[in-house]
């Protein structure tokens, strides 16, 4: 299970989902690139939309490691069906990136490229 496309989207999260104070990552003061409403507003409607269609799917991952779990704390737990619960979770988990990289590229064809282009380029540093 790789976590950087998660650790990507809480990145994303967390600069565009600041107020539309002075402080805003995407549009700081010193900057004469700001988003206009109607861009934060849709990248506002891309995060809600797809924080919903994660939802449910994540409330499957934790049902499925409940599951999980049960099969492991059994005296002898049974390998086919442990194995078959993680590919159970890693196909759920998959769905979740899937959506991450879904998510990032809408956002991306919302704001202007220089600030897509700085925003790129912070998420980069922050995963490295």
């Not at 539309?20 to 809600?48: G, H, I, K, N, Y």
């Not at 049902?63 to 099969?71: D, I, S, V, Y």
Request: aromatic share 4%; charged share 25%; glycine share 0%.
């Amino acid at each position: 299970m790789t976590v950087r496309p998660l650790w990507l989207l809480l990145v994303v999260a967390l600069l565009l989902a600041a107020p539309v104070a002075a402080q805003d990552p995407l549009d700081p003061p010193d900057r004469p690139m700001r988003l206009t409403a109607s861009q934060r507003q849709q990248v506002r409607e891309v995060r809600t939309r797809y924080k919903q269609l994660r939802g449910p799917i994540q409330l499957q991952v934790k049902a499925r490691r409940l599951e999980l779990l049960q099969h492991l704390a059994q005296d002898q737990p049974d390998k086919a069906a442990v194995n078959a619960k993680v590919r159970e979770i890693n196909d759920l988990q998959m769905q979740i990136n899937q959506s991450v990289v879904d998510e990032l590229f809408e956002i991306r064809s919302i704001l202007p490229p220089e600030i897509w282009k700085k925003l790129r380029s912070r998420m980069i540093d922050e995963m490295l």
